[in-house]
T-cell receptor
Framework: DGGITQSPKYLFRKEGQNVTLSCEQN?????MYWYRQDPGQGLRLIYY???????QKGDIAEGYSVSREKKESFPLTVTSAQKNPTAFYLC?????????????FGPGTRLTVL | AQSVAQPEDQVNVAEGNPLTVKCTYS??????LFWYVQYPNRGLQFLLK??????LVKGSYGFEAEFNKSQTSFHLKKPSALVSDSALYFC??????????????FGDGTTLTVKP
């Protein structure tokens, strides 16, 4: 998990509330990613960013938003439009998106909607 | 489109025996292939990758994987399993022929249990 921090580790939200998950990396990586992990399923890509001030929708972007104002930060907002937000959220980064570079993952945030 | 399949949800082996975790992929261009491991309530850790060159790739903790282009497979192997290898393993593929080349696709994961 070194180099990427996610906070908080556990997060509880009431229905109808927006919530923002933090992701910070000190690896000087250009690319950053957000994934959602549900039990028995693999990682599903929510959003990714290849460079500062640019990001693209992944496979399940509906109900989520992101920003990439700084190279080291890629926060994810889970909005009230996301109908089933309870999940484990993982942030990752890589040196660049177009080479065969592996991703480095943060420790994750477990979001529970009450 | 790119995809990856891990046909086994669970693999059980005895400590000291060899282990194999299977992965097959589908891409339109040339693949970059990765294996990651996840321990409970943690993020994923990189194990090894295939980019080009030798089909047998060696990685962390004694793991290796063999790229087989004709069978479109990238199975993870270890000659002698340890109890501490018990974890969830993910295979991932990135298709360099894909216009969305920044995206990796992950399999659903295989739970490896090594029994003493």
């Amino acid at each position: 998990d070194g180099g990427i921090t996610q906070s908080p580790k556990y997060l509880f939200r009431k229905e109808g509330q927006n919530v923002t998950l933090s992701c910070e990396q000190n690896l000087n990586h250009d690319a950053m990613y957000w994934y959602r992990q549900d039990p028995g399923q693999g990682l599903r890509l929510i959003y990714y960013s290849q460079i500062v001030n640019d990001f693209q929708k992944g496979d399940i972007a509906e109900g989520y938003s992101v920003s990439r104002e700084k190279k080291e930060s890629f926060p994810l907002t889970v909005t009230s439009a996301q109908k089933n937000p309870t999940a484990f959220y993982l942030c990752a980064s890589s040196i660049g998106p177009l080479e065969g570079n592996e991703q480095f993952f943060g420790p994750g945030t477990r979001l529970t909607v009450l | 489109a790119q995809s990856v399949a891990q046909p086994e949800d669970q693999v059980n082996v005895a400590e000291g025996n060899p282990l194999t975790v299977k992965c097959t992929y589908s891409v339109s261009g040339n693949p970059y292939l990765f294996w990651y491991v996840q321990y409970p309530n943690r993020g994923l850790q990189f194990l090894l990758k295939y980019i080009t060159g030798d089909n047998l790739v060696k990685g962390s903790y004694g793991f290796e994987a063999e790229f087989n282009k004709s069978q479109t497979s990238f199975h993870l192997k270890k000659p002698s399993a340890l109890v501490s290898d018990s974890a969830l393993y993910f295979c991932a593929v990135r298709d360099l022929g894909n216009t969305n080349a920044g995206k990796s696709t992950f399999g659903d994961g295989t739970t490896l249990t090594v029994k003493p």
